[in-house]
Nanobody
Framework: QVQLVESGGGLVQAGGSLRLSCAASGSTFSSYSMGWFRQAPGKEREFVASCSRYGGSTYYADSVKGRFTISRDNDKSTVYLQMSSLKPEDTAVYYC??????????????????WGQGTQVTVSA
């Protein structure tokens, strides 16, 4: 079992930055690929970014490529999402996820083993 707790969300103006964190507990963190997803009101949950077990491979949705960076610290059992040049369309609840499969799997499925409770990110125009 893995417990995931996100933090770092909030209200920011367009063009600003935020860093989300997701702290994991309960199992060996480096056994899991980690990912970030988001869900806006009335929309399906969508992939944002993922990274492999030791962070060597990363994947991004086209909509965030060049603006967001995913990273992880296995010593701290934490995954981060650095978000820059934020746009109003980035407004959503952001969730982290953990799965033992390869990180690229997260690009094509939301049927993942573990999810956090989410953190709200609101970008004002």
């Amino acid at each position: 079992q893995v417990q995931l707790v996100e933090s770092g969300g909030g209200l920011v103006q367009a063009g600003g930055s935020l860093r989300l964190s997701c702290a994991a507990s309960g199992s060996t963190f480096s056994s899991y690929s980690m990912g970030w997803f988001r869900q806006a009101p009335g929309k399906e949950r969508e992939f944002v970014a993922s990274c492999s077990r030791y962070g060597g491979s990363t994947y991004y949705a086209d909509s965030v490529k060049g603006r967001f960076t995913i990273s992880r610290d296995n010593d701290k059992s934490t995954v981060y999402l650095q978000m820059s040049s934020l746009k109003p369309e980035d407004t959503a609840v952001y969730y982290c996820a953990a799965d033992p499969r390869a990180a690229h799997t997260m690009r094509i499925t939301t049927s993942l083993d573990y999810w956090g409770q989410g953190t709200q990110v609101t970008v004002s125009a």
